[in-house]
């Protein structure tokens, strides 16, 4: 069914097909809005369309590799999961504390404006965010924050709308796959052990000033 199908493609959208499967098992997200920085402006991602408009074959050929292809239409995201969980990547503990504040960022922005409005936020408004829930009690380096940020860009969860990972004023769009990242629940569990190893910190201070 599936060789039928592809066979029926152009030799543009099989070189297309191809390309496309390999950005998506590459990055595992493929969010529709995107920031053209040729034009300054959020246009239609081409290739969301493209696999949108031929969904199925994409589902059958990744279902042969045991992934199976997700779509949330709300949020115009597309994801894969493997059956066997083979496609999971641990981040390091730096970067999961820059996804963290970054949900943070995303669901206090969305509380303020239209659903629909695109997440910006600046490196600056990150750090403080998580110095401000205790993530950091002083500012992480130039390497940590352009290592954490590059992290989450290579997987389509941010993109950076131009300048330097670390310069403070560097603008970063939030996209909506960082709600399938980090759901709800493990927030929830991020902000409990981000608010035990503070209790912990003020806990050996006390010690220290004691002894």
Do not use: W
């Not at 981040?91 to 409005?117: A, M, P, Q, W």
């Not at 560097?170 to 980090?182: A, E, Q, R």
């Amino acid at each position: 069914m599936f060789v039928e199908k592809y066979n029926m493609l152009t030799d543009t959208e099989k070189e297309n097909f191809k390309r496309i499967l390999s950005i998506i098992l590459s990055k595992t997200f493929l969010v529709n809005r995107m920031y053209d920085k040729n034009q300054g402006t959020f246009k239609s991602n081409r290739d969301y369309r493209f696999v949108d408009r031929n969904l199925e074959l994409f589902r059958e050929y990744l279902e042969i590799g045991g992934f199976c292809l997700m779509k949330d239409n709300h949020y115009e995201v597309l994801y894969i999961e493997n059956d066997f969980g083979y496609n999971k990547k641990k981040l390091d503990k730096n970067t999961t504390i820059f996804l963290y504040g970054l949900r943070l960022k995303f669901d206090e922005v969305r509380e303020n404006i239209n659903l629909n409005t695109d997440i910006v936020v600046s490196v600056a408004d990150i750090i403080k965010t998580l110095m401000d829930v205790g993530a950091y009690s002083k500012k992480p380096s130039d390497v940590e924050i352009k290592s954490a940020l590059s992290n989450l860009s290579s997987f389509n969860i941010i993109q950076k709308v131009d300048g330097a990972f670390e310069n403070p004023e560097t603008k970063i769009i939030v996209l909506p796959s960082i709600l399938f990242v980090i759901t709800n629940e493990k927030i929830a569990i991020l902000s409990q052990s981000i608010h035990r190893l503070e209790e912990e910190k003020e806990e050996k201070e006390e010690i220290e000033v004691e002894e």
